[in-house]
Each structure stands twice: as structure tokens, then as C-alpha cells.
């Protein structure tokens, strides 16, 4: 549960990164830096559940997370790409 449940504090949260976002030297970087900013918002009712008024650490927690499945994931398909390759070198002639 919020500390303030009326005020939208993830929002205002990722709001204040958003300058962040505007500085960095690409424009490519800043909307993917954006895109992870609004890809909070999956876990916004933990976010809210930590009960902070500046949900800095959970944003980032969130971030990390976000990161963490997409470094999963990859993993996932290089090691089923690579027992797919042992598995065709095993049945080559």
C-alpha cells in the first residue's frame, strides 16, 4: 500500500529522470532510456507496495529486474541455439 495513495508518485518518479534521459548523448539512448523508464509501470503496484514516497529504489529495482529477464532470456536462446547445433553436428555424417 502507498504512503500517498491520491499522488501518482512512480509517475513523478520517472518524471524527474527525464531530463536525465533528454542529456544523454544519443537520441537513440534517450528513448531507450525512456522505454525502460514506462516499462516501470509492470511494476508499479510493487513499487507501491514498498510503501515509499520517492520510489527511487524501487524504480531502479524495477529497471534491474527489466534488465535481469532480458539477460535470462538470452541466455536461454544462446544455450537451446547451441544444443541445436550439437544436436545437428551429432546426426551430420
Not at 507496495?49 to 527489466?66: I, N
Amino acid at each position: 500500500m502507498s504512503l500517498f495513495p491520491a499522488e501518482d508518485t512512480l509517475g513523478k518518479e520517472i518524471e524527474s529522470w527525464r531530463s536525465f534521459a533528454a542529456s544523454l548523448n544519443s537520441e537513440e539512448y534517450g528513448e531507450i532510456f525512456n522505454k525502460m523508464l514506462s516499462d516501470c509501470y509492470k511494476y508499479a503496484s510493487a513499487i507501491n507496495a514498498k510503501g515509499e514516497p520517492f520510489p527511487t529504489d524501487s524504480l531502479l529495482m524495477s529497471l534491474l529486474l527489466s534488465q535481469q529477464k532480458i539477460i535470462d532470456w538470452l541466455s536461454t536462446q544462446i544455450c537451446d541455439q547451441r544444443r541445436r547445433r550439437q544436436h545437428h553436428k551429432a546426426i551430420s555424417p
